[in-house]
T-cell receptor, first 114, second 114 residues
Framework: DTGVSQDPRHKITKRGQNVTFRCDPISEHNRLYWYRQTLGQGPEFLTY????????KSRLLSDRFSAERPKGSFSTLEIQRTEQGDSAMYLC????????????FGEGSRLTVL | GENVEQHPSTLSVQEGDSAVIKCTYS??????FPWYKQELGKGPQLIID?????GEKKDQRIAVTLNKTAKHFSLHITETQPEDSAVYFCAASPEPNTGNQFYFGTGTSLTVIP
């Protein structure tokens, strides 16, 4: 399968712990997005990379959140000192250089903070 | 920023009937309007999109209409089938080619009753 891959699919952690999610985009897709989705809501934009450069960040992205894409391929999203309000599905999406508008989403990483 | 509202939040139709989902947006700079389908446990998948220079677009049983003056757009599914059951999200974006963020609606849970 050559779709967007996210790992882990599920993560349960205790409040105050750090968690890291990984996203492997479709190869040759230079654009990578992170979204957060809570129950009954649409995806909310968190951040966007073009190659290794983080070009846009949402105001939703507090300083406890950090995202990287060191070599312009895979990306990581780290949440430090997790809070119960961080419980959500974290979706990664990618799109190719000739961007028609379509986002190719992974299946998401579900975070539960106890 | 952009605000996308979506109605209804839930919709049940008999197999073979039509389903209509409506969205409004606030930012007149938005000019790209995709619709995504999300099945349980999966990421959203693009099913159809429309740009502001077009009033209507059709792909087999799915059509989207756009009224840019009124700032609303709709998804029409005809001859619904049980496999159409899913959550549908509308979205708006000012210019996807620049990688700008997409603003999603809150979703419509469609159930097609056999």
């Amino acid at each position: 399968d050559t779709g967007v891959s996210q790992d882990p699919r599920h993560k349960i952690t205790k409040r105050g712990q750090n968690v890291t999610f990984r996203c492997d985009p479709i190869s040759e897709h230079n654009r990578l997005y992170w979204y957060r989705q809570t129950l009954g809501q649409g995806p909310e934009f968190l951040t966007y990379f073009q190659n290794e450069a983080q070009l846009e960040k949402s105001r939703l992205l507090s300083d406890r959140f950090s995202a990287e894409r060191p070599k312009g391929s895979f990306s990581t999203l780290e949440i430090q000192r997790t809070e119960q309000g961080d419980s959500a599905m974290y979706l990664c999406a990618s799109s190719p250089p000739l961007h028609t508008g379509e986002l190719f989403f992974g299946e998401g990483s579900r975070l539960t903070v106890l | 920023g952009e605000n996308v509202e979506q109605h209804p939040s839930t919709l049940s139709v008999q197999e073979g009937d039509s389903a209509v989902i409506k969205c409004t947006y606030s930012d007149s700079a938005s000019n790209y309007f995709p619709w995504y389908k999300q099945e349980l446990g999966k990421g959203p998948q693009l099913i159809i999109d429309i740009r502001s220079n077009v009033g209507e677009k059709k792909d087999q049983r799915i059509a989207v209409t756009l009224n840019k003056t009124a700032k609303h757009f709709s998804l029409h599914i005809t001859e619904t089938q049980p496999e159409d059951s899913a959550v549908y999200f509308c979205a708006a974006s000012p210019e996807p080619n620049t990688g700008n963020q997409f603003y999603f609606g809150t979703g419509t849970s469609l159930t097609v009753i056999p």
